[in-house]
């Protein structure tokens, strides 16, 4: 670990068993898909097999007719199409007027046998009319492509187009003069990239589970990233109050972005509204495949110019596939691709492109990685035209503290040179990497990070233990990184702290776990809470003591008169005394952070190709990234060894693989290759501490920027080993045989 | 329509475990929707994750590709059934202290799967442990922490 600047802390920094562990270890944890209600009936969904047809009629009374099934709905039974003001959330939900994508789901079912419902689908009769569809980003750009929704228009911040067209959206960054910078540049690059699209790939499917009451007030247990983000999102869908929706955030099995938009919820409250009883759906892979993630494949077209070492100019085209309805995280990637590097003159143009398949969501970073596949190969390439090692050229290009990026933000105090230094000092990159077809990789990734909204609460127990009531979604260690944060602000130990994720009716607002802003902005409210404990002791002991608030400290966990130094209680004893001094304490914290601290990750790794099958092994593999202060280092490391391992994927062999008809031919985790524990080895970690100026303990995320890097560095490992230069994912083996043969 | 519900004898966890069940249900169904062992999970319901891993005469199945009738005779474990009590397995306990879970959906199936393996083979290196455990899908930590929690039980029996 490398440490530049830290207090001396107590717990943050060490390493302490989750307080969710046990529960997960032995099979107790209760995920979306384990609740059981009495009174439980099973709804299951209808999709459609074609990728874009109109819906011309649908019969569902045969079905309806069965023994056991008890309701059918379809998008017109949703309220907001009832109140005739359907949208594309209603639309995605269940299908308006037109299947936009293979799997989209079509009607749903409650039945009181989860095979019976299932059976019952088939009896649904759906009159289709088959419309070609479109599925890459430049055929749906082009004249004549098949259009997905007659009334789009091109928007612009000159307005909109006049035509029917595909392109949702099209946004412009500029600064400087590229012209003038290329005509001066001593050398130039230029690529076209084009990346597939690619699922998040949590092992958990989507469900939900919905009891609506007779009062109108609807229960909903889930898998989500955010609780308060399915509640008005059902709110807006069902055309009620958010405070008549309870949502009881289930346990969830992986989301990285995935698991924010609502799917099943809505058609579980309808269908349970309507028979009373409540209702469960849960999803099968290949639905979670075919109609939910993923993320944008995309078409890159990029230039870098230089002069005497510098990068002086940056000229790109980028075109995101959003899916069946605008959205792609297009203008994300535009923003991040040249944050690493301080870049005077650059012009980037962004298009969101519907095409007839899912509708993307976030996933990991969204729009960043694919960004950095196509600048970190060319700035590889800048790097080796000037003989320059490719870490010091981008050390010596690095964006720093005053930088400002393309967005026109100036950049805080941020860790990219640290990283980069760290990353240059490894064992990794001092050590030789030999033998034939060999090659070794790096690339820089950036990412923003969020902060927004968080409430927590900690109840002062009488025996000087603390409940930490929260309502961020736990997806891999929070409650351990809040507890931890508590513990240190209020100088007591871990243990003493025992947090749990609560309903949206029992905490104020928390927006969603992601954007890697858990631990960093509830851990701010859990530092306000704390603060607020502090000074209720403070004030209690001043009454106690008969003296001035002023006269009395708080530290390490005692409260302390300043002067008398009998006048001194530990936080146990103040807790212990609550009834005598007032009655129960309970420390509030409320925030909505706008300094989450931007993340700066530089990866290291070793390839070899072989050339008779065309299969790349990673033999090793470096993560060094600028993580602020990490409260938990082994969770940390966690986010850094995921991120990364999910990037090795998404290089190497996972791509949604299309049929001409529009099918996904893949749709399971047999053919959608995903990365086993054979295919990847340990995954190194160094982490780079630069606190963050905008959180009491430097937190910055963690999570999202180890996706970033791995697509670039990967290529520029392969390119290093064999000559070759892939521009196209994945580099699978059928794909590096036909590029390293020439046999396409 | 519902199909007759035949009667299953097993030993389950331990004791032994009569249910109904119809003929088109998955062990998997079984042990979640009648048998309330949800710590069993559902990933794929066709044999590539992995999460549904439970020993069936000591050897590793996914739950979720045996029926439910098939099951008859069996002894059977699941997670709910690995810990002696409420003294956690070492494989449990390793998984806590190597922080060898983050959204913790796929660790039931990793830790009755490496729990077959070190069964059989007590000091499996770190190439036997990825092999085995390829057929167990994480996405969350990138193996790294699992294959040192299970390579930290194995070095724990190397040394008595």
Sequence with gaps: MTTVEKPNYKVIGTRPIRPDGVEKVTGKALYGADIDLPGLVYGKVLRSPHSHARIVSIDTAEAEALPGVLAVMTHADLPIAIAGESDDAAANVLANEKALYRGHAIAAIAATNLHDAEAALAKIKVDYEVLAPVLEVRDAMSDGSPILDESRRTKTLAGSSEKPTNIASHNKLEGGDIVAAFADADMTVEREFVTRMVHQGYIEPHNGTANWNADGTLTVWTSTQGAFAVRSQLASLLRTSVSKIRVIPMEIGGGFGGKIGVYLEPLAAVLSRRIGRPVKLTMERAAVFEATGPTSGGWIKAKLGTKDGKITAAEVTMAYEAGAFPGSPVMAGAMCMLSPYEVENFSIDAYDVVVNKPKVA???????????????????????????????????????????????????RIGHEETLDAALASEHYNAPIEGPNRGRGVASGFWFNAGMQSSVIASVNPDGTINLIEGSTDIGGSRASLAMQLAETLGITYDEVRPIVVDTDSIGHNDVTGGSRTTHASGEAVYKAGLDIQQQMITRAASLWACDESDINYVDGAIVHVSDDDKNLTFAEMASKQMETGGPMQGKGTVMSRTPGAAFGVHIVDVEVDPDTGKIDILRYSVAEDVGTAIHPSYVEGQLQGGAVQGIGWALNEEYYYGE?????NSSFLDYRMPTALDVPMIETILVEVPNPGHPYGVRGVGECPIVPPLAAIANAVHDATGHRFTELPMSPRRVLEELHDIR | MAGRRTQVQTKLNGEETDFLCEPRQSLLEVLRDELGLTGTKE???????????????????????????????????????IADGDKLHPLQQAFLEEAALQCGICTPGFIVSSKALLDSEPEPDEERVRFWLAGNLCRCTGYDKIVRAVLKVSNTSDNG
């Design chain 1, 362 to 412: 976030a996933y990991r970073a969204p729009g960043a990685p694919a960004a950095a596949f196509a600048i970190e190969q060319l700035v590889d390439e800048l790097a080796s035209q000037g003989a320059v090692d490719p870490l010091k050229f981008r050390r010596e290009n690095s964006a720093r503290e005053g930088s400002k990026q393309v967005t026109g933000v100036t950049v805080p």
């Design chain 1, 661 to 665: 008809d529009g099918r996904m031919e």
């Design chain 2, 43 to 81: 990933g794929c319901n066709n044999g590539n994750c992995g999460a549904c891993s439970v020993l069936v005469n000591g050897r590793v199945a996914n739950a979720c590709c045996v029926l439910g009738v098939e099951a008859e005779g069996a002894d059977i474990t699941t997670i709910e059934g």
